[in-house]
């Protein structure tokens, strides 16, 4: 648990603890806080929040079930007079034979997950695999999991938790000895190989500071070592060498620890592996350079000791220089083993203090708590405190102290991803209160909700990878070294009446924190509904949107990826279709290299990453199968494999459902996983194939009726557009079935579509127009969209369409109803919609059955001629899908505009793409007013897009990209105007 930093403060002796009377109230002014309303919601929804613990701590049962003893049983019992009460630990507070009710409580209270530690000696008594393994051990923590995951909570597991095997003490010294890292490598295998496969978030060492300096510099902790004129009760140590032999072993077995995992049980498991460390956070004392120097440097002898090594493979400059060669070094391996040896970085966090520099250090009595050359204090010069006192002499609140350590870590330590794993305060054991006394904790309310602002706030503002908040600590237990005089629980332990468990004020408040889930105050309305880019507001973006809003850009295998006849891929219906018939794309183009993606996209997908977007969406040519942002993959975008056109018809038969599901079977297993692809488009735009390679004949196949284009070799626009439609949506039903039933419980993913949709406005404000604008949605949109979520066609098709509208069966008809955990929308332009339209009876096609007049709007014209500038539309069409199909989470998966490839054009001409830059800009406008105003579930935003490509009939004559692709040089990238504009909007806060 919490550390018990009395060193910090410059006492050098154990703790001189006694009752507290606060003196001073919460400093809450500068934090902001909330009204009441304030909980969970105002976090992403993927943020976890759980309570934790230690085996030492609250388990009991120490002297049985074949336990070996620990460093703490020995320490406890041996020198009881240096536990503040002489307690210990034997029976702690029961967790061993209740944890069931506790543990029913946690899922009762709203929590998410449960962080606990393994007994190293209970499982393995001897400290050693290879002397034996305590059977009984292994199946406590077994049921423990089982019950954590049968609670619908998520275990995290620490490895090591202060408690090593008495064994390893005494027979070469613990983690004085570099023996002890093979120890715990196999202690952390036997971990890993009974648990793992239920555990999936594994801690290696919960702080490392808090055992070499409480253990071996002040000697307060097991195994109780320090120099003789430190503390005399030390029985030996050394606290100038010691803290550091041991924190460098301690370092080494964390990192043989990260690289078994990662090499034997990461790809299988798929869990994830990281550390905890503590820190407080260090106000520079003034302003002077002196003491700002002295905040940083009390960072590195606390934080940075073990946070530098893990990620730059060394330790931190300032130790190196103040500790000289009592600091050990890492040999070059080493260095390279821990450099990176974390997945996640968890952190515990308490209180702050401020920090002055040149403080007076005797030379002859050289300790680590010294060495920084920092006077560590919570008093500013005026001798007020940096915030209210707990009852632990160390522990002074300061809730923005979280915040800017959060920002802190973010930034000097390559932004990693972190989960709060402590943070909580404790009061005095107080046995002259009343039980009702007892539970009214204000303070530790107060600090939870103060203290979680400042989590938020890091998050919004800083855009702080934080992942989940653990609250320390579920129940009142043995503090260490001061008992059980210290209560830090939620839960308050009764010890006078069998430990019978009561919740505190505290505990209330979290349980309505995490289960009144009332939405944050939207931001204020717009002033206007026009979307001009000059009433957006000047500071508009990413953080408008959610938290967990996602970002992204997205392209298409063909497009893109080019190494068309080459790598074994077989030729799809667009190679057939720009080879054969050339002059039918407009330039003549094809796909053969495209824009060479697939040698290049190491380079393409850095540059995303660099421009600020956090997901990829790409597809996965079916011919070419078949390979740190969020990958979302489209399984089929157009491009049916040659072979089964020529086989079967391709999509125009239903052979084509089983094979569809056998490729998208191969995908899953080859792609998917909770670490890997966790989101499926199944289909791209089904209805742009239906419609353009179906009735108008412009995209690959290339099929119409004659009299649509003489230039199609074959076709029925009357019926194919349907045939083809129908087989796409059973195939998109069997894919979602075969993911549902096989993959998606062990992969954790989701699965959905993507439906493209103009926006129609009615041409008129008669009940015809407005009629013929809901009809031509339902043409476009409501074709898939229906079956998907009510499992049949529109009505307005089955009218209109009658005896050529193929119909479901009822097996089909259930299958397709409710495909989709997301929906994937496409949205670029609008149109007018007129009713009444004259439609030829002896020439039926798709294009025409909907008796509706399509025409242009009158905003601005793209590049292609049936693209006018909507904005507005896609909230309209937002707000629309929301009400008509029960409030599906959406993905807006394309949204941009193209402008004609000018060669005439200089470069930089050419990347002055300003009508590119507003689109978007009032575009993603539109999304924040459907999702602030309407309350549309829009889940994130993929530009479409990344690259200029080939862009289908129309080869390389539009450019839709952000990055402009010289044709003319190699295919180099250049960043256009938008791409800068996308930029600043991800970036800036």
């Known amino acids: 648990m919490a550390a018990r930093i009395s060193l910090l403060l410059g006492f050098t002796a154990c703790l001189l603890l006694g009752l507290f009377t606060p003196t001073t109230k919460p400093a809450l002014a500068d934090d902001d806080i909330p009204d009441d309303d304030f909980n969970r919601l105002y976090f992403p929804d993927d943020f976890i929040f759980g309570t934790a613990t230690s085996a030492y701590q609250i388990e009991g049962e120490a002297n049985k079930k074949c336990r070996g003893p620990s460093i703490w049983d020995t320490f406890t019992h041996d020198f009881s007079e240096r536990i503040v009460n002489g307690s210990n630990g034997n029976e702690a507070v029961n967790f061993y034979n209740v944890y069931k009710e506790d543990i029913k409580r946690m899922k009762e209270m709203g929590f998410g997950a449960f962080r606990f530690s393994i007994s190293w000696s209970r499982i393995i008594p001897s400290g050693r695999v290879h002397e034996g393994v305590n059977e009984q051990g292994i199946e406590f923590y077994n049921n423990l999991i089982d019950e954590i995951i049968n609670n619908g909570m998520e275990p995290y597991a620490t490895i090591f938790h202060w408690d090593t095997p008495q064994a390893l003490e005494d027979k070469y010294g613990g983690f004085l000895s570099s023996e002890i890292v093979d120890d715990f490598h196999d ?333 944050p105050p939207p931001p204020p309305p717009p002033v206007s509904t026009v979307t001009d880019p000059a009433i957006i507001p000047h500071n508009f973006n990413r953080s408008f949107f959610p938290h967990n809003f996602t970002f992204g850009t997205a392209t298409s295998a063909y497009q893109i990826e080019g190494e068309a006849n080459t790598k074994c891929r077989g030729p799809s219906t667009w190679d057939t279709f720009t080879h054969d018939f050339p002059e039918r794309i407009v330039d003549g183009s094809n796909g053969n290299e495209a824009v060479n993606f697939y040698n290049v996209y190491k380079e393409d997908i850095q540059r995303m990453k660099e421009m600020g977007f956090e997901a990829f969406r790409f597809s996965i040519s079916w011919s070419r199968v078949i390979p740190r942002m969020e990958p979302y993959a489209t399984i089929f975008h157009w491009d049916t494999p040659q072979a089964l056109e020529d086989k079967y018809g391709g999509f125009l038969s239903s052979e084509i459902v089983d094979d569809f599901r056998n490729f998208a079977d191969l995908c899953f297993k080859k792609f998917g996983g909770s670490d890997r692809v966790r989101y499926w488009v199944t289909i791209n735009e089904p209805w742009s194939l239906a419609s353009f390679g179906y009735d108008s004949g412009v995209h690959a196949p290339g ?252 080869g390389y004559t539009s450019r839709f990209g952000l990055i402009y692709v010289d044709y003319e040089k190699n295919l180099a990238r250049d960043l256009k105007q938008s791409a800068i504009w996308f930029e600043e909007f991800l970036q800036k806060q």
């Open 187 to 519: 202690f952390a295998d036997l971990c890993f190989k009974n648990f793992g496969d239920r555990v999936k978030y594994w801690v290696t060492i919960n702080e490392p500071w808090s055992l070499a300096s409480f253990a071996y510099d002040s000697g307060d902790h097991a195994p109780g070592r320090c120099s003789d004129w430190v503390n005399r009760a030390c029985p030996a140590g050394n606290s100038a060498t010691e803290p550091y032999i041991v924190s460098h072993n301690l370092l080494l077995a964390h990192a043989a620890t990260v690289e078994l995992y990662r090499k034997k049980y990461q790809a299988t498991q798929y869990g994830k592996i990281g550390i905890t460390l503590n820190s407080m956070w260090f106000e520079p004392y003034s302003d002077s350079a002196i003491d700002k120097e002295a905040a940083r440097t009390a960072i590195d002898f606390m934080f940075g000791w073990f946070m530098d090594p893990i990620t730059y493979g060394q330790y931190p400059r300032s130790m190196q220089t103040l500790v000289g060669d009592r600091l050990p070094k890492f040999m070059g391996n080493e260095s390279k083993l821990l450099k990176g040896s974390y997945d996640f970085l968890g952190l515990n966090y308490y209180a702050a203090n401020y920090a002055k520099g040149n403080a007076i250090v005797d030379p002859h009595f050289q300790r680590y708590s010294t060495d920084h050359h920092v006077e560590q204090t919570p008093f500013d010069e005026n001798g007020k405190p940096i915030g209210q006192e707990a009852y632990s002499r160390w522990l002074y609140i300061y809730p923005k102290g979280i915040q800017y350590l959060l920002n802190y870590i973010k930034r000097e330590y390559k932004d990693p991803i972190i989960y709060i794993t402590e943070n909580g305060v404790d009061e005095f054991n107080n046995k002259t209160l009343t039980l009702e006394q007892a539970l009214e904790d204000r303070v530790r309310k107060e600090y939870y909700q103060t203290h979680l602002w400042n989590v938020l706030r890091s998050v919004n503002e800083s855009k702080v990878n934080v992942k989940g908040y653990f609250a320390w600590s579920y129940l009142d237990n043995f503090e260490w070294n001061i008992g059980y005089t210290s209560r830090f629980g939620l839960i308050y332990v009764d010890y006078e009446d069998n430990l019978r468990r009561h919740l505190k004020e505290s505990a209330t408040w979290f349980e309505k924190f995490l289960k009144e889930l009332i939405p």
């Open 703 to 954: 099929r119409c009726s004659a009299w649509v284009n003489r230039t199609c070799h074959a076709g029925n626009s009357s019926i194919e557009p349907y045939i083809v439609s129908h087989n796409l949506l059973l195939a998109h039903a069997a894919t979602v079935e075969l993911y549902r039933e096989k993959y998606q419980a062990e992969q954790k993913g989701k699965i959905g579509i993507t439906l493209n949709s103009m926006w129609f406005e009615p041409y008129s404000n008669s009940i015809i127009d407005k009629e013929a604008a809901k009809t031509a949605l339902d043409f476009m949109f409501g074709w898939f969209m229906d079956p998907i979520t009510y499992g049949q066609y529109p009505r307005s098709m089955q009218t209109l369409v009658g005896d050529r509208l193929p119909k479901f069966k009822r097996k089909e008809s259930k299958l397709l109803k409710g495909s989709y955990d997301f929906l994937g929308l496409n949205y670029y332009a609008a149109n007018y919609a007129k009713g009444h339209a004259i439609v030829d009876p002896h020439y039926p096609r798709y294009s025409t059955d909907h008796h509706v007049n399509q025409t242009r709007e009158t905003n601005l014209q793209a590049y292609s001629p049936w693209f006018y500038i909507y904005p507005e539309g896609i909230r309209h069409l937002l707000n629309y899908i929301k009400n008509e199909y029960k409030d599906p989470e959406i993905y807006i998966t394309e949204n941009g505009v193209d402008e004609l490839n000018d060669k005439t054009l200089t470069l930089e001409q050419a990347v002055e793409d300003r009508v590119r830059k507003e689109y978007y800009q009032t575009h993603l406008w539109n999304v924040y007013r459907s999702i602030n105003e309407s309350k549309v579930n829009v889940k994130g935003y993929f530009a479409w897009s990344y690259l200029d490509n080939f862009e289908w009939n129309i």
